[in-house]
């Protein structure tokens, strides 16, 4: 009896720790903290001759906002030197799929700094994935546990993405300039 008893209490155990890992991820607990295993055979990688971007989606860097009429507020970063992001009117970033993923473009002080791409779904992030390393080609990957992708240019600084914690994938550019003069 005690040995079925022992068994019961093991399995319990086991269950529970197993369900408290899934709910450390599906809760809104802030203090998760990623782990990040340098990846000790990257190597830097730029953009091919002719492919840096010189924008995103059609928007030179620096471009005034005054002059893109059909941009709509989105959202305030305030935490990256104060960037407003606005969505423009009948954009996406399509994939192969057909679906279109919302753009956002940001602006500092006005002129255009960054443009940005964030699924919530796992099979977006493996189309959008697929599009950019067919584009670009594969990036550096920085960190060998980590799903995130990095090339950087002359002028811009080109990221890809993929946050476990929050199931989501991010792909960013941004203009290494203007950058330089929020600092």
Known sequence: M???????????????????ESRYYLSSD????PTYIPNENCKLVSFKPGLEPQGFNGIKWGTELAA?????????????????????????YKLKNGKAMPIQYGFWRGKFYVGMVITEQASDWDLLKESVFEKFGMGAKPFSNQEE???????????????????????????????????
């Open 2 to 20: 005690k040995t079925v008893i022992g068994i019961l209490i093991s399995l319990s155990l086991l269950v529970v720790m197993g369900c408290a």
């Open 30 to 33: 802030t203090s998760y903290i």
């Open 68 to 92: 893109l009429k059909e941009m709509k507020p989105y959202r305030q970063d305030k935490t990256h030197g104060g960037i407003d992001f606005y969505l423009r009117t009948g954009d996406g």
């Open 149 to 183: 992708y990095l090339w950087i240019g002359k002028d811009a600084t080109m990221a890809l993405r993929y946050d476990a914690y929050a199931r989501t994938g991010t792909y960013y550019i941004r203009f290494h300039s203007m950058e330089r003069q929020m600092d």
